[in-house]
């Protein structure tokens, strides 16, 4: 499991599997979110992909890095069951 994450994590490096077509493929809520201090994923470039998606929800977390043990659980426990519920 390990070792296919991180292949993953170099694909992603290497660029985007994911294109503008696809994402405009996707039709299910979703709920993007990015770190404030995030220093792997811009706030451009999530902002970027929440506008391709047809049916999508934005969270920017305040004070928070890229790794998602320093997002507040109880902030994202709220932003969660705010867009799930809804």
């Known amino acids: 499991l ?3 994450t991180g292949d993953l994590i170099k694909g992603i490096a290497a660029g985007n599997p ?3 077509d696809d994402y405009a493929q996707i039709k299910h809520p979703v ?3 990015v770190g404030d201090s995030d220093t792997m994923v811009s706030l ?3 902002i970027d992909v929440y506008r391709q998606l047809a049916n999508a929800a934005l969270v920017v977390f305040p004070s928070t ?3 998602v ?3 507040d659980p109880d902030m994202l426990g ?3 069951a705010r867009f799930f519920v809804s």
């Open 2 to 4: 390990l070792s296919k």
């Open 18 to 20: 994911l294109k503008a």
């Open 31 to 33: 709920l993007v979110s």
């Open 44 to 46: 451009e470039e999530t």
């Open 65 to 67: 890095k890229h790794p």
């Open 69 to 71: 043990e320093d997002v």
């Open 78 to 80: 709220f932003h969660a």
